[in-house]
């Protein structure tokens, strides 16, 4: 059974999904910007981001992404996500599988074995 696919806006989704997704991305979003055509044929851009119910695309161009990144206090001047960001999302998240599981990337260390030396 296939997850339903959501297309959503940035600033519709919830304040948990944003917290994960900062966790998923922490390098920012452009480099992590997919191409899709929507119902009308247009071509546009979205950020993947999966869960254990729903395989969201979050609409954003290139430009929206590196503003999203610029104007949130949880990023540092380098687009970077703070560490102190990381540590509390990483807390509230920690009971989210799917994190690990479903999204791990180059920018981020989910999926890693943290027992490794």
Known sequence: ?????????YDKLTEDVVEQI??????GFTSH???????????????????????YLIRMSEAKAKAIIEDDDDYDDDGNL?????????DKHDDEDFL?????NSDNDLGSDEDEN
């Open 82 to 90: 703070m560490k102190s960001a990381k540590i509390k999302y990483e």
């Open 33 to 55: 910007l997919v191409s899709f055509t929507n119902r009308d044929g247009e071509k546009r851009k979205g950020l993947p981001f999966e869960t254990e119910k729903y395989y």
């Open 100 to 104: 690990n599981e479903l999204n791990s």
């Open 22 to 27: 900062k966790l998923v991305y922490p390098m």
């Open 1 to 9: 059974m296939s997850k339903p696919k959501v297309i959503k806006d």
